[in-house]
């Protein structure tokens, strides 16, 4: 380097996670693989946790918890990716919307915002003062990991955010949040932009403690016809992608809906690496429509699962087939189901991990 100082060696990719190298599309020898929801209640351990600590706030907000937990399906499947043990709703707690998750029931908002008033209170979110817990455990997995894995962070995005804000909860046909954007566009609007904000900050923040890529979640934005995506969420969506290219251009951003078929050629315009797919879409026609410079992520139905050893293989096989060399994490096309067979997860894993292209 210049001026005689020693330049720091460059980290080569024999030293990185294989799924970091696997999105920058490196020469791979498999697919890296992880699970959606791979730290829960389909464990015996985490079930455990759960008899001893019931409230879903506290296991997911403790640091000692969280780690415990995350590492849960590290320790026992050796997964390529650790995603942090968390929720999508918990930074709402700092931004004045309070909530809680309910067994049996799911996430339940006690008032939820409706008027333009009620979007006014809600306050920008500040990471380091209201979940130093959440970086706190990252920098620990971050150690306990060592880039034998990377270390995931996620968010929600906004329309997904605010449909539970704005619905209370979980909805069926999410009329609450419809009648608010297609009558008072402008409140929607003032709300998704808060989000936005504040999204765009939990994800640096995510990084700067440890995180080496973050998945946004906008579940439900596929609720949405193509025409309000376009208004509700993409512009959101790449709005989020283009700050945190700003500050971290080389964090890879990870984007998974539920259901998205319709909408991949737009997933891609929000500027994210990688687009996680459902298992509604054949991965070989995804990976056509999203375009080269996207990677995939997915998608085997998480009811596949609960078939046979046997079917397992072949579903992994098949899909690992269709997706093609490079560019592709395997993953299960939504989050793995309450129910689902331990020894059927540590099937999934010890296949993946012996393919070779
Ligand atoms: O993937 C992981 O292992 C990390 C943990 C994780 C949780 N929630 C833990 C959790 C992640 C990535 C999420 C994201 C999340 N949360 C999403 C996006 C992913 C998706 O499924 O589309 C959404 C929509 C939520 C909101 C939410 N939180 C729902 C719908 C539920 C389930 C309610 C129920 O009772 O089934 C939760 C609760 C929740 N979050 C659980 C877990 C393990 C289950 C409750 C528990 O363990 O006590």
Redesign the pocket.
């Known amino acids: 380097a210049l001026g005689g100082t020693v330049a720091e060696p460059k980290v080569t990719a024999a030293t990185e996670p294989l799924l970091l190298n696997a999105i920058r599309g490196e020469d791979v020898e498999r697919p890296p693989v992880w ?7 389909y464990m015996k351990s ?1 079930q455990i946790i ?1 008899e001893k600590y019931p409230s ?1 706030r506290e ?2 907000e403790n640091v000692d918890l969280v780690v415990e937990i ?1 590492l849960q ?1 590290w320790k026992v499947f050796k997964p390529d990716g650790v ?7 918990t930074p709402l707690s700092g931004m004045n919307i309070p909530f809680d ?7 339940v908002i006690p008032n939820p915002l409706c008027t333009a008033v009620d979007v006014e209170q809600v306050r920008e979110f500040v990471p380091e003062d209201s979940v130093p817990y959440v970086g706190e455990a990252l920098t620990i997995l971050r150690k306990e990991v060592d880039n034998k894995a990377a270390v995931l962070g ?1 968010v ?1 995005a906004p329309f ?1 955010l605010a449909s ?1 804000v704005v619905e209370g909860g ?1 909805s069926k046909h999410f009329s609450k949040i419809k009648r608010l954007a297609f009558s008072q566009p402008k409140v929607l609007h003032a709300l998704l932009q808060k989000f936005t904000t504040s999204m765009a900050k939990y994800i640096q923040y995510q990084a700067d403690s440890g995180a080496q890529a973050v ?1 946004i ?1 906008d ?2 934005a596929t609720e949405l016809s193509p025409v309000d995506f376009e208004e509700f969420s993409l512009p959101y969506l790449k709005q989020i992608v283009d700050s945190v290219k700003q500050t971290h251009p080389d964090l890879p951003l990870i984007l ?1 809906a ?1 259901g998205s078929g319709g909408l991949l050629e737009r997933l891609a315009l929000t500027g994210v690496d990688v687009v996680s797919l459902d298992w509604t879409v054949d991965i070989a026609e995804g990976k056509r429509r999203l375009g080269q410079n996207v990677a995939v992520q997915g998608n085997v139905d998480p009811g596949v699962l609960f078939g046979s050893k046997e079917f397992i293989t072949n579903r992994i096989n098949d899909t690992v087939r269709k997706a093609g060399r490079g560019k592709h994490i395997l993953n299960l096309g ?3 189901v ?1 129910g689902t067979p331990e020894e059927n997860v540590a099937h999934f894993f010890e296949v993946a991990k012996g393919l070779r292209y």
């Open positions: 699970l959606m929801r791979q730290a829960g209640r985490y759960c879903f296991r997911s995350s399906p995603i942090l043990f968390s929720d999508i709703l998750i309910v067994k049996g029931k799911g996430p996620f929600g997904t539970y979980s998945q979640f579940s439900w998974y539920s939504h989050g793995i309450v």
